[in-house]
C-alpha cells in the first residue's frame, strides 16, 4: 500500500476505521470536508436546493466505495473526484431534461440587489451593471455544456490552476488547456450574443 | 499579432503583453473583443463571490445512517454484480472480435507474408511452364536428399 501523502495521522486513521466500516470515523470525515464539497456542489449545480441532497450522495457513493481509496492520492483529492463525477452525472441528466432555471435566478437577483444595496461604496448604476452581468454569467453557465461547465467551474469560480484541475480530472495539463480554452470561447460567443440582446 | 493570434492568447494566458497592447491600439474589432471578455470574466467572479449554502444540522450523521442502510449495501452489492457482468460481456465480445479478426485479416488484408504470396502465385506459375506442381526433380537435386552425388 502506498505511503499516505499529505494527510495527517488522524485523518488517517478516519480513513482506515471507515474501511473497516465504521461509521462514527467516517462521520468526522464528513464533518471535516462537507463544506468544501458543499462548495463545490453549489458551484457546479448552481441550484442551493439541490446542494445538500447531491452532497449527500457524495458522502453516501465515497463511504461505499471506502475500500478501494488506496492512499495513492489524497482523501481529498479521492473525493473531489468523486463529486466532480457526480455533479457531471447530474448536469447531464438535468440536461437530457432540459429544465428551464431562469426564474430562481432572477430571485436571487433581487435579494442581491437588497443585501448589496446598503453597501455605500458604490454607485446604483454600477451594481446595477454587476447584478446584470453576474445573472448573465450565471445564465451562461446554466447553459454550457457540462464538460465546459465542470472545467469552467474549476477554473473561473474554484480559482484552481491547470495543474491542480488536471490532477482533479485526471487529464494531462495541455488537455486541461485545450478543453479551457474551448469552454471559454464557446461561453465568449454564448456571451457575445446574449449581450446584443 | 494577428487578431486570431491575440485572441486565443487572451483566452489562454490571460495577459496583456505589450504587443497585445500596440494590436488593440489600431483595432476596434479586438478591443470589443476583450472588453467583453473582461467583463464576461468579472460576471464569473461575482458568481464566485456568492457563498455556497450551510450544511443543516446533523449532516454528517444522516449522511452515515443513510450509507449504512441495508438497501444501500445491497445496491452496493447489485452493482458489483452488475459491473462483473458487464465485464464479462466486453471480454467475450472482444475475444469473438479478435477471433474473427485474426479468421480475416491473413485472406483479406492489405499486407501478406512473401512466402504466402509465392505459394499462391506458383501453381500458376508452374502450370504456365508445364511443369508438375510437385516435380521430384526439385527433390532430386537438392544437395541434402542426394547424399550419393555430394561423396
Redesign the interface.
Known amino acids: 500500500m502506498a505511503t499516505p501523502a499529505r494527510q495527517d495521522a488522524t485523518e488517517v486513521d478516519w480513513i482506515r476505521r471507515t474501511q473497516r466500516g465504521d461509521g462514527e470515523a467516517y462521520a468526522l470525515l464528513v464533518e471535516r470536508y462537507q463544506h468544501r464539497v458543499f462548495n463545490l456542489v453549489y458551484r457546479m449545480v448552481g441550484r442551493r436546493e439541490e446542494v445538500e441532497e447531491i452532497a449527500q450522495e457524495i458522502f453516501i457513493k465515497a463511504y461505499l466505495a471506502a475500500a478501494s481509496y488506496h492512499f495513492d492520492a489524497s482523501f481529498s483529492t479521492w473525493l473531489m473526484r468523486i463529486a466532480i463525477n457526480h455533479c457531471y452525472d447530474h448536469l447531464r441528466r438535468r440536461r437530457a431534461s432540459r429544465l428551464s432555471y431562469f426564474s430562481e435566478m432572477s430571485a436571487e437577483g433581487e435579494q442581491a440587489v437588497v443585501g448589496t444595496s446598503e453597501n455605500p461604496g458604490a454607485s446604483g448604476d454600477q451594481l446595477q451593471l454587476d447584478l446584470q452581468n453576474r445573472e448573465l454569467a450565471r445564465k451562461l453557465l446554466e447553459r454550457a455544456p457540462p464538460e465546459d461547465r465542470v472545467i469552467l467551474t474549476l477554473k473561473e469560480l474554484e480559482d484552481l490552476s491547470v495543474e491542480e484541475i488536471a490532477e482533479l480530472l485526471r487529464l494531462k495539463t495541455s488537455t486541461v488547456k485545450v478543453r479551457l480554452h474551448r469552454a471559454r470561447k464557446r461561453m465568449l460567443a454564448d456571451y457575445q450574443r446574449w449581450a446584443r440582446r | 499579432m494577428g487578431c486570431r493570434q491575440l485572441r486565443?492568447a487572451l483566452?489562454?494566458a490571460e495577459i496583456k503583453p505589450a504587443a497585445m497592447q500596440e494590436h488593440l491600439r489600431t483595432c476596434g474589432s479586438c478591443a470589443a473583443?476583450v472588453k467583453?471578455?473582461e467583463?464576461?470574466?468579472?460576471?464569473?467572479?461575482?458568481?464566485?463571490e456568492q457563498p455556497?449554502?450551510?450544511?443543516?444540522l446533523g449532516?454528517?450523521?444522516?449522511?452515515?445512517?443513510?450509507?449504512?442502510e441495508p438497501s444501500?449495501?445491497g445496491a452496493?452489492a447489485d452493482l458489483s454484480l452488475v459491473r462483473a457482468g458487464r465485464r464479462f460481456v466486453y471480454a467475450a465480445l472482444t475475444a469473438a472480435l479478435l477471433l474473427v479478426l485474426g479468421m480475416l485479416v491473413p485472406a483479406s488484408g492489405p499486407v501478406r507474408s512473401p512466402s504466402a504470396d509465392i505459394e499462391a502465385a506458383q501453381p500458376e506459375t508452374v502450370a504456365a511452364q508445364n511443369y508438375p506442381v510437385f516435380s521430384g526433380r526439385l527433390v532430386e537435386n537438392d544437395v541434402e536428399f542426394a547424399p550419393s552425388e555430394s561423396h
Do not use: D, M, T
Open positions: 486565443k483566452l489562454e473583443y467583453q471578455w467583463e464576461l470574466r468579472a460576471g464569473l467572479r461575482r458568481v464566485a455556497p449554502p450551510e450544511p443543516s449532516f454528517a450523521q444522516r449522511v452515515v445512517r443513510k450509507a449504512q444501500f449495501a452496493l
